[in-house]
């Protein structure tokens, strides 16, 4: 039982690039969600999943698209990269709405936009 | 919407000495409060976790409170040690919302 993954670990990228971080949870969660962590600060939800074609706006969602094919899998897609984005993006995982369940993070994707 | 409110932001404590740190929320009808450790580089993990029809829960060193009255909820770490230097976060919400509101974070520094 991996948890919840993420890749890559780190990445760079050049301002107007675009690239997709990758979440997998094989633990049958149907919450998933991913949140930004700028150096120092708390966490920003981006966007949110409660099921497998279904997906929702959080706090950030600007620049960023998501998709929710498989319970498994929570894509976060960064269209023309902007150095605003530089940032430590989580996914977690859920197994019902936030009221009383847990939710597992991932290790974390270290982005970094020059 | 809910609002969380998380004080201080810095804490600094001797080794072997009680730490507090305390949340308000600014919605009554919030019924579940988590709070997470994020050591340094590491992704935040759930300590400990109280509903709104308990008071108070404790784990081992670590307790939490929950006043509904005033909206505001605590964490406590008692006999402190070198390994409870983190960033410790509040959350709050209910039941029928999918999002937690977090805190901004409290950065526990335990001093040798």
């Known amino acids: 039982n991996a948890g919840v993954t993420q890749t890559p670990k780190f990445r760079i990228l050049k301002i107007g690039q675009s690239m997709t971080l990758q979440c997998t949870q094989d633990?049958?969660?149907?919450?998933m969600y991913w949140y930004r962590q700028d150096p120092g600060m708390g966490l920003k939800l981006i966007y949110y999943s409660v099921g497998a074609g279904i997906t929702d706006k959080g706090e950030v969602p600007n620049g960023y698209n998501v998709s929710r094919s498989t319970t498994e899998d929570f894509p976060l897609r960064l269209e023309l990269a902007a150095p605003s984005q530089t940032s430590v993006y989580f996914c977690?995982?859920?197994?019902?709405?936030?009221?009383?369940?847990?939710?597992?993070f991932g290790p974390g994707t270290r982005l970094l936009v020059l | 919407g809910e609002n969380v409110e998380q004080h201080p932001s810095t804490l600094s404590v001797q080794e072997g000495d009680s730490a507090v740190i305390k949340c308000t929320y600014s919605?009554?009808?919030?019924?579940?409060f988590p709070w997470y450790k994020q050591e340094l580089g590491k992704r935040p993990q759930l300590i400990i976790d109280?509903?709104?029809n308990v008071g108070e829960k404790k784990d081992q060193r670590i307790a939490v409170t929950l006043n509904k009255t005033a909206k505001h909820f605590s964490l406590h770490i008692t006999e402190t040690q070198p390994e409870d230097s983190a960033v410790y976060f509040c959350a709050a919400t209910r039941d029928s919302n999918y999002q937690l509101i977090w805190g901004a974070g409290t950065k526990l520094i335990i001093k040798p």
């Open positions: 633990m049958n969660h149907n919450y």
């Open positions: 977690a995982s859920s197994s019902t709405s936030g009221s009383g369940e847990t939710q597992y």
């Open positions: 109280i509903r709104s």
């Open positions: 919605d009554s009808a919030s019924n579940y």
